[in-house]
């Protein structure tokens, strides 16, 4: 065999292979200038930074010690970008799409059997919507693909016995300080590993391993008082049942399907290929992806498409790239892999600068969006010109409008471009509750058509002028003692008994019946403004039907089978629109906020399907997604075909 590999021929081979293989480097390099852009979200992380570097410590409003990010290994190493060139959309996009290509190369040089098959599971990855999108975004999904691959290389390759276990510990320990739940990628893998060690050096392992993630959550509980990231507590308190959850997991898996059924198809790909190898070590990394993506269905997903299926994408590209395929087959496998991704909806490769201006609904019926496409024509790589600055959008711009302003407001759109914009001067309330500890630990408003990652709180009577006055006016007793011993944690002295005597009670649930008796005393029900028919609604004085948060319906009277409706409503958020037939829905239907340019009232065409026309329609329910103080509508119209 060696001489067979020492032949002309061989090295040949091999050179060529490697060519291809750097070729494949430098086009997924392309594909990430083409396609880098940066969310909303990002930007939630990036106040926190800005305010650390300012001095106001890791706070989100200065202040109050909440941890509204989820990743904070990314989080330092963007803060550590900042601090040499003091901006944060570029270094965001530089950083991640080193950090991205670094996860490309540890994969194809240490991870892959041979060139020909590190380019097979290259392209697996370059082909995939998911993995490419969040590539770049300025989340944490590039630093998670290059733990991940570290991790496979350790995991797969021959290593003194004595560091082996301790090494994979500490990258699992860093991958879950970059987001805890990522640790579920690896965790039985690990276990794997542990097992085939003797019992005393295997818990020395992993115990020197984990010092870096138990070191992070000493420091929480000191610096914020609670484990876990107030995000997590502001999803863990919607109030959904389980089942209503598990069925929007499940549309979060036919969502990736549709929009890139190239991710979906790979991971099924990647587990039956390990199912085939019938090792250990694989069998065990293929358990690994099961049980993330259980754990995806039973959260509800994501609102983004398809984010939640790269980790496990590319711990399935590894277990590929390890195949013993033969070069023939391989080669076999990567035309079809190329043929594919240029079939599905929006190739990568293909991306260019106009990705996002199509006249296409990128939010669909679930409230799942292509982020991507919702935020490029803004935040893009390729739309950043001289004398613009990045990002380039409208929330950008309110945020702006309000910088230097005191006191406490509500926030009025998305959390990241209009908070870190506004500045540090103001104290801003998130009604999701992602950065405000106290709404973070309510039930969210009932709403029968919520949307994943976006359960939106009331602000109970009073906590507004509590904050703007710094003394506690909140009018439920039970609730206003509860925030006594919150705000003691998350505002006061860090070493004060009585704020360690707040986090013990807190974190144990000893003020949980706090909590309980001011959730018993809101209304259990959804008050939905009923309007019996559109003539009803039609503009009258000009003022039209004022509603509340909690939706509006409008009873036809009849079946109507028109396929497009006119509505004149109010623009300042996006509504999703329910036509019904009876009790049983027909179809639903996402309308966008309107544009900035506007006036406070738009116009909206809303198109119902031949299919549901045809059944016909006798109610349509506005349910908005953003809890203003007063909604309106001034008319309704039914086109005729």
């Not at 390099?29 to 930074?49: G, K």
């Not at 909806?345 to 939010?363: F, K, M, N, R, V």
């Not at 507004?464 to 003691?488: F, M, Q, W």
């Not at 116009?603 to 909604?631: C, H, I, K, T, W």
Request: glycine fraction near 8%.
């Amino acid at each position: 065999m060696r001489d067979h590999l020492e032949s002309p021929n061989a090295r040949g081979r091999l050179r060529a292979e490697e060519g291809v293989l750097i070729a494949s480097l430098c086009l997924y390099l392309v594909v990430l200038f083409r396609t880098a852009w940066v969310s909303d979200d990002a930007y939630i992380t990036f106040r926190t930074i800005s305010n650390l570097s300012s001095g106001h410590g890791l706070a989100w409003n200065v202040g109050e010690r909440v941890q509204a990010y989820t990743h904070p290994l990314w989080m330092f190493v963007i803060s550590a970008g900042v601090y040499f060139t003091h901006e944060f959309y570029f270094t965001s996009l530089a950083v991640s799409i080193l950090v991205s290509l670094a996860a490309a190369a540890v994969l194809a040089r240490f991870v892959a059997t041979r060139p020909m098959a590190a380019v097979l599971g290259l392209a697996w990855l370059f082909g995939s919507r998911a993995y490419v999108d969040y590539s770049t975004s300025g989340l944490e999904n590039p630093l998670t693909y290059l733990l991940l691959a570290a991790y496979l290389a350790i995991y797969f390759r021959p290593a003194d016995r004595r560091w082996r276990l301790i090494a994979l510990s500490t990258v699992a320990a860093l991958l879950a300080l970059n987001r805890l739940d990522s640790l579920l990628l690896v965790l039985p893998s690990l276990l794997y590993a542990a097992w085939r060690e003797r019992w005393n050096p295997a818990l020395r392992g992993l115990a020197l391993g984990f010092l870096p993630l138990l070191g992070w959550e000493g420091f929480s509980m000191v610096y914020y008082g609670f484990p876990l990231p107030n995000t997590a507590y502001a999803k863990l308190a919607s109030g959904l049942p389980p089942s209503e959850l598990w069925q929007q997991g499940f549309y979060y898996l036919l969502n990736s399907l549709n929009v890139d059924p190239l991710t979906p198809t790979l991971i099924l790909a990647g587990l039956a290929a390990a199912y085939i190898m019938m090792r250990g070590a694989s069998v065990a990394i293929a358990l690994g992806v099961l049980v993330y993506l259980l754990y995806v269905v039973r959260i509800g997903g994501d609102f983004m498409s398809g984010r939640f299926l790269a980790a496990p994408l590319v711990l399935c590209a590894g277990l590929l790239s390890r195949s013993q395929l033969s070069d023939r087959w391989a080669v076999a496998a990567l035309v079809v892999v190329v043929a594919a991704g240029f079939a599905a909806p929006h190739p990568t490769l293909l991306s260019g600068a106009d990705y996002g201006s199509q006249s296409e609904a990128w939010i669909d019926a679930w409230g799942i969006s292509d982020e991507r496409a919702v935020y490029y024509p803004s935040t893009g790589l390729l739309q950043a010109r001289r004398h613009v600055d990045m990002p380039n959008h409208a929330w950008v711009h309110e945020g702006l409008a309000i910088r230097g302003q005191a006191g406490a407001a509500v926030l009025p759109v998305g959390a990241g471009f209009f908070g870190f914009f506004a500045g540090p001067d103001i104290h801003l309330v998130d009604l999701v509750g992602l950065a405000d500890p106290l709404l973070a630990r309510l039930p969210a408003t009932p709403n029968p058509f919520w949307r994943i990652g976006h359960f939106e709180r009331r602000i109970p009577d009073g906590y507004l002028e509590t904050l703007r006055s710094g003394e506690n006016r909140i009018v439920e007793p039970h609730l206003a003692e509860y925030y006594d011993k919150l705000s003691l944690i998350v505002s006061g002295p860090l070493f004060d008994r009585e704020r360690w005597a707040a986090i013990w009670q807190i974190n144990l649930g000893a003020a949980d019946s706090l909590l309980r008796a001011y959730v018993d005393s809101l209304p259990r029900t959804v008050s939905i403004h009923e309007v019996e028919r559109p003539e009803s609604v039609r503009e009258a004085s000009g003022e039209g039907i004022v509603f509340s948060p909690d939706g509006l319906r409008i009873l036809f009277g009849r079946a109507e089978h028109a396929r497009r409706l006119r509505l004149r409503l109010d623009r300042r958020t996006a509504y999703l629109a329910v036509f019904s037939l009876g009790s049983e829905e027909v179809t639903r239907k996402l309308i966008p906020a309107g544009d900035p340019g506007e006036a406070e009232v738009a116009n909206y065409e809303v198109g119902v399907s031949a299919r549901a026309a045809d059944r016909g329609y006798d109610a349509l329910a506005l349910f908005p997604a953003n809890a203003q103080a007063e909604l309106r509508l001034e008319y309704v119209e039914i086109l005729e075909d």
